[in-house]
Nanobody
Framework: QVQLVESGGGLVQPGGSLRLSCAASGFTFSNYRMSWYRQAPGKERELVARIISTGDSTDYADSVKGRFTISRDNRKATVYLQMNSLKPEETAIYYC??????????????WGQGTQVTVSS
C-alpha cells in the first residue's frame, strides 16, 4: 500500500546535473518529513538532504550544501533532489525516506527502493 518510488538516476559526467524524484502514495504525504539518503558500496548510508512537512525548512549535508536543493510538492505528493556540479565520489544509490512521529501515534518510517546515480567520465 505504502510506496515511495524514486526516479531520475543514471549516468552523468563530473560537473553535470541530475534531478531525482520520489513519488509517494498510500499515506498522508503532507504530514511527513522527507529526506534523501545515499549509500555507496562499502560505506554507510548518509543523510544528504531533508525537508520538513510544510517545506518551510531544509537541511543539507555539508558536502552538498550550495550544490543540491531539496524541494517538495505536497499536492503531487512528490519530493525532489536537484543535484548540480556532481562529483565522482557522489556515485551511490540514492534513497527516499518518509518519516512521521506524534506523541499520540506510532512513528512511521518508510523507504523507497533507491535509484542509482553514477558520476563518471
Amino acid at each position: 500500500q505504502v510506496q515511495l518510488v524514486e526516479s531520475g538516476g543514471g549516468l552523468v559526467q563530473p560537473g553535470g546535473s541530475l534531478r531525482l524524484s520520489c513519488a509517494a502514495s498510500g499515506f498522508t504525504f503532507s504530514n511527513y518529513r522527507m529526506s534523501w539518503y545515499r549509500q555507496a558500496p562499502g560505506k554507510e548510508r548518509e543523510l544528504v538532504a531533508r525537508i520538513i512537512s510544510t517545506g518551510d525548512s531544509t537541511d543539507y549535508a555539508d558536502s552538498v550544501k550550495g550544490r543540491f536543493t531539496i524541494s517538495r510538492d505536497n499536492r503531487k505528493a512528490t519530493v525532489y533532489l536537484q543535484m548540480n556540479s556532481l562529483k565522482p565520489e557522489e556515485t551511490a544509490i540514492y534513497y527516499c525516506n518518509a518519516y512521521f512521529r506524534a506523541p499520540w501515534a506510532p512513528q512511521n518510517d518508510y523507504w523507497g527502493q533507491g535509484t542509482q546515480v553514477t558520476v563518471s567520465s
